[in-house]
């Protein structure tokens, strides 16, 4: 299988709420190309309400399997890697789990609801090595329709109760 990895570097944001039952909110505001040498979770920015960290860096990896929606993702008008933070018990609360280019990645990890996805901008360096990827391994897939087995319009069908059978549940 061929894979190509690129380092992304995530910025993430602890914004403070008013609400009753939640108190704040962990969003990813930003990337960065590579890893800056700066330690995970060193804050960057503090004011009221807000803390600003650089959670620290990730392997984000493209498959060449992936490249059908790497090309949608790069054709939309706003192409985007998503990042993925996990909570956890262990402080700051989340963890930087994923970086993905794949919009289909992204969307099956929702289905948890435990997640925080957010979609940021793709960095310009990153869109160019993408298409180059897409470009260099991309194998254009013909859609195959799959054909049905005709169903049994007698397999849910009530049976007739066999000679001497009850129905009357006892």
Do not use: C
Request: cysteine-free; hydrophobic content about 45%; aromatic content about 6%.
């Amino acid at each position: 299988m061929v894979r190509e990895k690129v380092e992304i570097g995530v910025i993430v944001e602890r914004r403070a709420l008013k609400n009753p039952w939640v108190d704040h909110a962990w969003v990813p505001v930003a990337l960065l190309v590579g890893a800056p040498a700066a330690a995970p979770w060193t804050v960057l920015e503090q004011s009221a309400g807000l803390i600003r960290y650089y959670a620290g860096a990730i392997e984000m990896e493209f498959f060449g399997t992936d490249t059908t929606m790497y090309r949608e993702n790069l054709r939309s008008q706003r192409p985007s890697l998503w990042v993925v933070l996990r909570q956890t018990d262990v402080p700051p609360g989340v963890v930087l789990h994923l970086v993905t280019a794949d919009p289909a990645d992204a969307e099956a990890l929702t289905e948890t609801g435990t997640d925080i996805i957010e979609a940021l901008p793709m960095p310009v360096e990153i869109r160019q090595q993408l298409a180059a990827f897409v470009e260099a391994h991309h194998v254009e897939r013909p859609f195959i329709k799959r054909k049905r087995d005709r169903a049994d319009p007698n397999a849910m069908a009530r049976r007739d109760p066999s000679p001497g059978h009850r129905d009357d549940g006892k």
